[in-house]
T-cell receptor, first 115, second 112 residues
Framework: DVKVTQSSRYLVKRTGEKVFLECVQDMDHENMFWYRQDPGLGLRLIYFSYDVKMKEKGDIPEGYSVSREKKERFSLILESASTNQTSMYLC??????????????FGEGSRLTVL | GEDVEQSLFLSVREGDSSVINCTYTDSSSTYLYWYKQEPGAGLQLLTY?????DMKQDQRLTVLLNKKDKHLSLRIADTQTGDSAIYFCAAEGWTGANNLFFGTGTRLTVIP
């Protein structure tokens, strides 16, 4: 089974702190994604990566950056956390387009609270 | 980006059928998906349908696709309390499988 592991299930940070959210997948997938989930808004794509050191902005990249130094690991960085970044963050991975149905495999989520 | 819309809430009695509806805007979406999110968990793929099909059945689940109206539905027969979850409709974006556009999610509550 594909496993996508997010390092922290729950985090509480203060405004202005730097926050790292880590995600690791064990299925050698090329694509990795970071979404945030908010009630009534569904999932919104922050950034995705289709290869090591490659990244693409999603729909809401402002206030976030990402890092993909190794194929299995995709990190989401909040340089200076703000209260409006309080949310559930979901990491996902998938094989390359054309290899499969495009199914995304999700981690369990990291709930971030910024005070 | 593509707009994917769903109603936010649905309540049904145990044993009844549930129907969750979704509309999308990009007629070029090749695959359309239903994901399920149980409390405290990430999303898991429930089922999907290829755009050249109009129906797909998998045990208690039936997916109907009306391409002309860009309407997707998920029917759960004999709904059980374990089906209580948030159900997300998702459509493939123009970049293909690299990007899915998700609806807001429908919270299904099954009343015993």
């Amino acid at each position: 089974d594909v496993k996508v592991t997010q390092s922290s299930r729950y985090l509480v940070k203060r405004t202005g702190e730097k926050v790292f959210l880590e995600c690791v997948q064990d299925m050698d997938h090329e694509n990795m994604f970071w979404y945030r989930q908010d009630p009534g808004l569904g999932l919104r794509l922050i950034y995705f990566s289709y290869d090591v050191k490659m990244k693409e902005k999603g729909d809401i990249p402002e206030g976030y950056s990402v890092s993909r130094e190794k194929k299995e690991r995709f990190s989401l960085i909040l340089e200076s956390a703000s209260t409006n970044q309080t949310s559930m963050y979901l990491c996902a991975s998938s094989p390359s387009s054309g290899e499969d149905t495009g199914e995304l495999f999700f981690g369990e989520g990291s709930r971030l609270t910024v005070l | 980006g593509e707009d994917v819309e769903q109603s936010l809430f649905l309540s049904v009695r145990e044993g009844d059928s549930s129907v969750i509806n979704c509309t999308y805007t990009d007629s070029s979406s090749t695959y359309l998906y239903w994901y399920k999110q149980e409390p405290g968990a990430g999303l898991q793929l429930l089922t999907y349908i290829f755009s050249n099909m109009d129906m797909k059945q998998d045990q208690r689940l039936t997916v109907l696709l009306n391409k002309k109206d860009k309407h997707l539905s998920l029917r759960i027969a004999d709904t059980q309390t374990g089906d209580s979850a948030i159900y997300f409709c998702a459509a493939e974006g123009w970049t293909g499988a690299n990007n899915l556009f998700f609806g807001t999610g429908t919270r299904l509550t099954v009343i015993p």
